[in-house]
């Protein structure tokens, strides 16, 4: 075992009344320090003008303004969180194709969710299965 020098003696009291007499929470810290990993993305679902190479522009219902919508990377075991926000003038879902998530997060209208109304948000999260893309 090695001898504690008064230098780190010192510095290591100095990190612990950091600790104790600040409003850090130790346990936090540590928590944070081993939690999952997550990777968050905003879907806003609108109604917005897009073209799609044919030269002519037409109204679509789009995830953040995009046709299709954004790609979202998800690492291995890495939890995705997304957080639908819906503009459209009707309820919508997300329903993940070909992906095995929970049952809850799998978008089915009526069936495994209920329509995410108007003006309402709904939070899809899952971990991510190897190297997983997700389009829309």
Do not use: C
Not at 13 to 32: A, H, R, Y
Not at 116 to 136: A, D, H, I, R, T
Request: glycine share 10%; aromatic share 12%; charged share 20%.
């Amino acid at each position: 075992m090695k001898n504690l020098n008064r230098r780190d003696f010192l510095k290591y009291t100095g990190i612990g009344g950091v600790l104790l007499f600040s409003k850090v929470n130790p346990l936090s810290l540590v928590e944070n320090a081993f939690s999952e990993d997550v990777r968050e993305v905003k879907l806003n679902a609108s109604i917005a003008t897009v073209n799609v190479g044919t030269g002519k522009s037409f109204k679509a219902w789009t995830y953040n303004g995009q046709l299709p919508g954004p790609e979202i990377r998800v690492k291995e075991g890495e939890t995705l969180r997304a957080v639908l926000k819906n503009y459209l003038p009707e309820g919508t879902t997300i329903h993940w194709h070909g992906l095995p998530v929970p049952n809850k997060m799998d978008g089915v209208p009526g069936l495994t969710q209920n329509l995410v109304e108007p003006g309402q948000s709904f939070v899809y999260e899952f971990k991510g299965l190897p190297q997983n893309n997700f389009y829309f």
